[in-house]
């Protein structure tokens, strides 16, 4: 399959970072406080850095094959059936993580915005905007990103500045925590937010100059990441480790707690939660898109549109199949660690595969600049 070859490296680092940025905003500092109480930091630090090592696999393997997506070039290392299983396996992962994703935003719409809504309507309007504006081609993917990113990245990042004012020093000590036995489950739940990351697959074969790739991952996953630990390091400073256990959307309350300079805003809530909702959009169109994407690729079609409505009864499905809120993020926790092992580890096989049978794309200069 061709793919235009339009987006830069600054355009592919956007699409990262709106990508990761977006719906575990609000749970981020329970996961790691339930983890580690004040060693939070150092718990989202490591999954960051098992997030950052996800990133270099598949970005390494992106610029062995510049013109192909994961689904295509690994049909040419570990073979067709078994290629075709574990992307099948891919895309019902991604399925889920769009199901489970709409499903907290309903949750969170429902509990704090519209509380006379139901549920089941906030869900299905959110797959539906996503499953609408899937149906552009990747230029345009690109520029929803583009247009979208300052209004998710500019306001967060001042909401979360202001509200270091009011962190304690104390409450982020100490450093690696009072209960480091739950730190091996809290560091692969932390890292699964980054999984995100798994965009570049069909990012680079779209880039201009595919063997900048690794520019624009850093620089995207390095914000990103940069962004998430200062956010668990904000909340835990000012609320305290034992206090953040009792809550629920902790990043939310940090908002309410912080204002403008010379009382402007004297709650940042409601702003907080519209850039959030911006944030759950992108991250939604990212996952939906590489499903339905994927799902082209893999039956061999020119064009994904045919699935752009096709999954969206069987994600609600799936987005509805949690009792509650508490079974719901048990059930994202553990979605996310056994998704590592295709964003992670499957990856890494492929990798090492490509390098024991030293497989590039036939006849491809760009290859041999980066290599």
């Given amino acids: 399959m061709e793919h235009p070859r339009q987006i830069t490296v600054i355009q592919a680092a956007i699409i990262l970072i709106s990508t990761i940025i977006g719906v575990g905003v609000l749970a981020l500092s329970l996961f790691a406080v339930r983890a580690a109480d004040s060693g939070a930091p150092l718990v989202t630090m490591l999954g960051f850095l098992i997030g950052l090592f996800g990133l270099w696999l598949l970005t390494k393997l992106g610029m062995r094959f510049p013109k192909q997506s994961i689904i295509e070039y690994s049909e040419d290392l570990i073979g067709k059936w078994a290629a075709r299983g574990c992307s099948v396996l891919i895309i019902v992962f991604f399925c889920l993580i769009t199901g489970l994703a709409s499903r907290e935003f309903g949750e969170v719409v429902v509990t704090s915005v519209l509380t006379k809504t139901p549920l089941e309507v906030t869900v299905i309007v959110m797959l539906l905007l996503a499953a609408v504006s899937s149906r552009a081609d990747i230029t345009t993917f690109t520029y929803f990103h583009q247009f979208y990113f300052p209004i998710i990245v500019f306001p967060g990042l001042l909401i979360v500045v202001l509200s270091l004012k009011n962190a304690q020093l104390i409450n982020l000590l100490p450093i690696w925590g009072n209960e480091p036995s739950g730190m091996s489950k809290g560091i692969l739940t932390m890292a699964s937010l980054f999984q995100g990351s798994f965009v570049m697959t069909i990012v680079i074969p779209a880039m201009r100059r595919p063997e900048k790739a690794m520019v624009a991952g850093y620089v995207g996953m390095i914000t990103s990441g940069a962004l998430y630990i200062l956010i668990v390091i904000a909340t835990v400073g000012v609320f305290g480790a034992e206090e953040i256990k009792k809550l629920v959307w902790p990043t939310l309350e940090l908002a309410k707690t912080t204002s403008l300079p010379a009382n402007v805003l004297e709650r940042l809530d409601g702003a907080f939660l519209a850039v959030w909702v911006t944030a759950v959009f992108t991250t939604l169109l990212s996952s939906y898109y590489l499903a339905i994407y994927f799902s082209s690729q893999l039956l061999h079609l020119r064009d994904h549109k045919m699935f752009a409505f096709f999954l969206v009864p069987f994600i609600y499905v799936l987005a509805m199949f949690s009792q509650n809120l508490m079974q719901m993020y ?20 492929l990798l090492v595969v490509a390098m024991i049978r030293k497989k590039k794309s036939r006849g491809d200069h760009l290859v041999a600049k980066s290599d």
């Fill in 330 to 349: 048990e059930i994202i926790q553990l979605v996310g660690q056994m998704g590592l092992v295709f964003t992670v580890a499957y990856p890494f096989v």
